[in-house]
């Protein structure tokens, strides 16, 4: 089941986060209250009543810090950006992450907005998020670096008549 997340899921998610913690920037309370706030699509996926994944997206215009959001914001008048996906480790396989994207796309569709954006570590590598995004049909737009990582900034397009 996917559902909206609430304050009630914030010791999961951030959990979670912490298991992938070395792909993600770091996550404490406050930051992820503020991230909530911003959020034009934040959902859990359940399992068994448990959070078994999470995705955080933010729209134009969100008061966010990350440099790659601000990357995206000087680039694209309008946008989707999938901030962090995490599925848990024993839930890792099954299915979650691609779901709650198709539902964000679904979502961002509703909502007019064509153009979804992310990115991902090259270094140092993360191999898995690459085959996923590339699976989805996201493209490399350019490249981004900062405080030693580097990533590629990924962009999908889902219509052409939103946006």
Sequence with gaps: MIRDAGESDFGAILRLNLESERFLSPLDPARLQHLHR????HRVAIIDGAVAAFL???????????????????RYPKFF???RVVVSEAQRGQGFAAALYEDAFAF??????GTVTCEFDVDPP???SRRFHA???????????????H???QALRL???AD
């Design 151 to 153: 990533v590629a900034m």
């Design 81 to 83: 950006y999938i901030d």
């Design 126 to 128: 993360n191999p898995a």
């Design 135 to 149: 699976q989805r049909g996201f493209r490399e737009v350019g490249m981004n670096s900062y405080n030693g990582k």
């Design 38 to 41: 911003q959020a034009a699509y």
């Design 159 to 161: 219509d052409a008549r």
């Design 108 to 113: 961002a569709r509703e909502h007019g907005v």
């Design 56 to 74: 955080l997206v933010l729209r134009e215009g969100a008061d966010y810090d990350s440099p790659n959001y601000r990357w995206f914001a000087r």
